[in-house]
């Protein structure tokens, strides 16, 4: 039987320096020269270009697996589109979350019209096993023309609100964590690296960002131990990230 090679095939620091450095630039507002400095204080000589090459590469598959691994989504889509700013030029982030707050997924875009609309539509619900049973968006007409056009979304219900409503708050909310990323970075430049970066961003993110507010110390702790451990599944880790 061939075996299958690991994902660090062919690197020479091993997984769980890889694997810390992914997580903790996702996870953190860490600079690449911030996690290059905390390596370092570990005693892992690395440079940050190197880290960069890591997330570039490993980034997209390990959000993959933390999205395949998760809960099901919930049955309500919370839509909306943010303008971003990429060396001068505006962009839309559209960005899709259920009723959870869990993201669905990102897509970024020149446009805000029904091509646009039924682009985001179809991206969403190839990453998605079903179909809502409710979709909720601003009062961007772009929605109802490109829903129209999906057979499987044709006849969901589709409430719209306005923006600053409290029933899209959700959605609202979910550009949080982009814009201070953004700031941290001093913009986003490159479209498609944007896109790569945040597509991995959401899913990582969240994965350890419990609602710590609404556990009690005991359960925090238990269920962010899961994440940890379920991490280390994902990243094929074979030792405690502790150990270095």
């Known amino acids: 039987m061939k075996n299958t090679k690991s994902l660090n095939h062919g690197h020479r620091f091993p997984a769980v320096v890889i694997s810390c450095a992914v997580r903790w630039y996702f996870r953190f507002q860490l600079s690449l020269r911030d996690i290059e ?36 989504p919930g049955t309500t889509w919370h839509l909306d589109e943010v303008f971003v700013t990429l060396r001068g030029e505006p962009y839309l982030l559209w960005r899709a979350v259920d ?17 646009a609309a039924k682009r985001f539509f179809k991206r969403v619900l190839a990453s998605c096993p079903e179909v809502p049973r409710k979709i909720v968006t601003d009062q961007l007409r772009s929605y ?15 409430v719209f609100v306005k923006a600053n409503a409290r029933l899209n708050n959700r959605a609202e909310n979910s550009h949080q964590p982009t814009r201070e990323r953004e700031r941290r970075m001093r913009g986003f430049r490159d479209p498609e690296r944007t896109q790569v970066f945040l597509s991995s961003l959401g899913p990582i993110r969240q994965h350890f960002a419990l609602k710590r507010h609404l556990m009690r110390a005991s359960l925090y702790r238990k269920k962010l131990g899961e994440r940890f451990a379920a991490w280390h599944r994902f990243t094929e880790l074979a030792q405690d990230p502790s150990a270095f």
């Open 99 to 115: 009723q959870h707050g869990a993201e669905l997924d990102i897509l970024l875009q020149k446009r805000r019209d029904k091509a």
């Open 144 to 158: 109802p023309a490109a829903k129209a056009e999906i057979p499987e979304l044709a006849n969901v219900k589709h």
């Open 37 to 72: 400095e905390l390596l370092f204080e570990r005693g892992v000589v690395v440079s940050y270009e190197t880290i960069r090459r890591w997330c570039d590469k490993f980034g997209s598959g390990f959000a993959h697996r933390v999205k395949t691994a998760r809960r099901k």
